[in-house]
């Protein structure tokens, strides 16, 4: 079992929609969490980092941790064709500074 | 500016050769990383440093190596006993619990 899970969709939306993303983890050790969008054949990029549970808004983006339930989730409001990408979760442990990714879901805005 | 360099952006690699793929990065950071990228697919880590001239292998290490002999640079070499290295490869860096930057990825073609 992978110790970061995501639902790797595609999950399509239509323009205006709130994308809802979610990861889950195995390891209580896991105590710092991102989002990373990447766009096709291009390097992920940060959106979000979150290092306590609760909520984390950032414009249209906002991230939830739910460390008892071991449960990351992204919303993306009023989404945007350009919001069409793979978006990634990571997770640092406490000790140590090895990142470890979810397996990514591909978000499509449809017009 | 500061931030990750990967070279060169498009690479081929004819049956039974070696290639190494180059990886730069002026933010300073301790800890590098290398990863694996399919069509479709998450990220898969390859080697991670977290120090110089000290690396240790990630989940899908076969067929590859790395050095880590300046903390500026984490190049990978694939090598002939990879047998499938068709993808699209990631390299990025970190610093302690801070957020991981990515270089904008090496598309690796075998010929």
């Known amino acids: 079992q992978k110790e970061v899970e995501q639902d790797p969709g595609p999950l399509s939306v239509p323009e205006g929609a709130i994308v809802s993303l979610n990861c889950t983890y195995s390891n209580s050790a896991f105590q710092y969490f991102m989002w990373y969008r990447q766009y096709s054949r291009k390097g992920p990029e940060l959106l979000m980092y979150t290092y306590s549970s609760g909520n984390k808004e950032d414009g249209r983006f906002t991230a939830q941790v739910d460390k008892s339930s071991k449960y990351i989730s992204l919303f993306i409001r009023d989404s945007q064709p350009s919001d069409s990408a793979t978006y990634l979760c990571a997770t640092l442990k406490a000790a140590g500074n090895k990142l470890t990714f979810g397996g990514g879901t591909r978000v499509l805005v449809k017009p | 500016d500061g931030g990750i360099t990967q070279s060169p952006k498009y690479l081929f690699r004819k049956e039974g050769q070696n290639v190494t793929l180059s990886c730069e990065q002026n933010l300073n950071h301790d800890a590098m990383y290398w990863y694996r990228q399919d069509p479709g697919q998450g990220l898969r880590l390859i080697y991670y440093?977290?120090?110089?001239?000290?690396?240790q292998k990630g989940d899908i290490a076969e067929g590859y190596s790395v050095s880590r002999e300046k903390k500026e640079s984490f190049p990978l070499t694939v090598t002939s006993a990879q047998k499938n290295p068709t993808a699209f490869y990631l390299c990025?860096?970190?610093?302690?619990?801070?957020?991981?930057?990515f270089g904008q990825g090496t598309r690796l073609t075998v010929v």
């Open positions: 440093s977290q120090i110089v001239n000290d690396f």
């Open positions: 990025a860096s970190n610093q302690g619990k801070a957020e991981a930057f």
